[in-house]
């Protein structure tokens, strides 16, 4: 997963400004991201706290870990039939 340039606190900061009132294009163009990055964060933090936000982020790095493990451990297991099929 790629790294934002954007700690939680900022991308938090920017959706509760856009809750007060202030335009969207106006909070892009000062960040420097487009409006479809700011309305990717909006369905994906919105509602949430900084706090939320960071384990929200902890636990989809550590299932991105975890299927990665599944993957490599399958493999194994298929290297393992296959050579226990060609043995008999």
Do not use: H
């Not at 900084?50 to 490599?72: F, I, P, T």
């Amino acid at each position: 997963m790629k790294k934002s340039k954007f700690t939680d606190s900022q991308i938090m900061e920017a959706l509760k400004r856009a809750e007060a009132g202030v335009a969207v294009p106006e909070i892009c163009r000062e960040l420097g991201v487009s409006t479809a990055t700011f309305y990717n964060w909006r369905s994906k933090y919105g509602g949430m706290d900084v706090s939320l936000m960071a384990r929200m982020k902890e636990l989809e790095a550590e299932n991105a870990r975890l299927r990665k493990m599944y993957v490599e451990e399958k493999i194994k297991a298929e290297i393992v039939a296959e050579a226990l099929a060609k043995k008999d």
